[in-house]
């Protein structure tokens, strides 16, 4: 069934260290975004793809990076974490045509303590 | 730069009653508007899109340029209604990327 897919749904982890967010999607989009969303606020976007081995970053600055290797795949990595990063992020895919829908993933809520 | 502002944070209102999400955007060029919700414990989805001009699950929205706004209507709000609501914006470019505002909370009573 197509989908889009988040790993993990939540995560716990302490200052410092390396995390990365999954996201796949199996519906054939070439776009794919990455938003944060704190709780009750709105979503900005922090990453954006148009397809492979394209990556560009959003509104919101972020000290993450993302990779877009394959097309289904959407990995999005902090290299040291800090309680500033505490949020929900969201993954989200969309073809490629012109004001379509986007599909979002169920979120990934990380904590760093 | 575009805007979306949505100035209810919180909006409360008993079944059967109306109700009118309020949406403004600020925008140059011609916009493209979209309400996304989420209900509890799923996945943000779309509602609607102001090009289709459809109604969703009894609900409406219209684009009204001259006073740059997008608010969605229902006529007789239902409990399964109670959800998160989000306008969003896409400004005129084929790259997809969405403008979010900051949602509303809408609670139906029963």
């Known amino acids: 069934e197509a989908d889009i897919y988040q790993t993990p749904r939540y995560l716990v982890i302490g200052t410092g260290k390396k995390i990365t967010l999954e996201c796949s999607q199996t519906?054939?989009?070439?776009?794919m975004y990455w938003y944060q969303q704190d709780p009750g606020m709105e979503l900005h976007l922090i990453h954006y793809?148009?397809?492979?081995?394209?990556?560009e970053k959003g509104d919101l600055s972020s000290e993450s990076t993302v990779s877009r290797i394959r097309t289904e795949h959407f990995p999005l990595t902090l290299e040291s974490a800090r309680p500033s990063h505490t949020s929900q992020y969201l993954c989200?895919?969309?073809?490629?045509?012109?004001?379509?829908?986007?599909?979002f993933g169920p979120g990934t809520r990380l904590t760093v303590t | 730069a575009q805007r979306v502002t949505q100035p209810e944070k919180l909006l409360s209102v008993f079944k059967g009653a109306p109700v009118e999400l309020k949406c403004n955007y600020s925008?140059?060029?011609?916009?493209?508007l979209f309400w996304y919700v989420q209900y509890s414990r799923q996945r943000l989805q779309l509602l609607l899109r102001?090009?289709s001009r459809e109604s969703i699950k009894g609900f409406t929205a219209d684009l009204n340029k001259g006073e740059t706004s997008f608010h969605l209507k229902k006529p007789f709000a239902q409990e399964e209604d109670s959800a998160m609501y989000y306008c969003?914006?896409?400004?005129?470019?084929?790259?997809?990327?969405?403008?979010f505002g900051q949602g509303t909370i809408l609670t139906v009573h029963p």
């Open positions: 102001h090009i």
């Open positions: 989200a895919s969309s073809d490629d045509l012109a004001g379509t829908e986007q599909y």
């Open positions: 793809s148009y397809g492979v081995n394209s990556t």
């Open positions: 519906m054939g989009h070439d776009k």
């Open positions: 925008y140059s060029g011609s916009p493209e």
């Open positions: 969003a914006l896409l400004g005129g470019t084929s790259y997809g990327k969405l403008t």
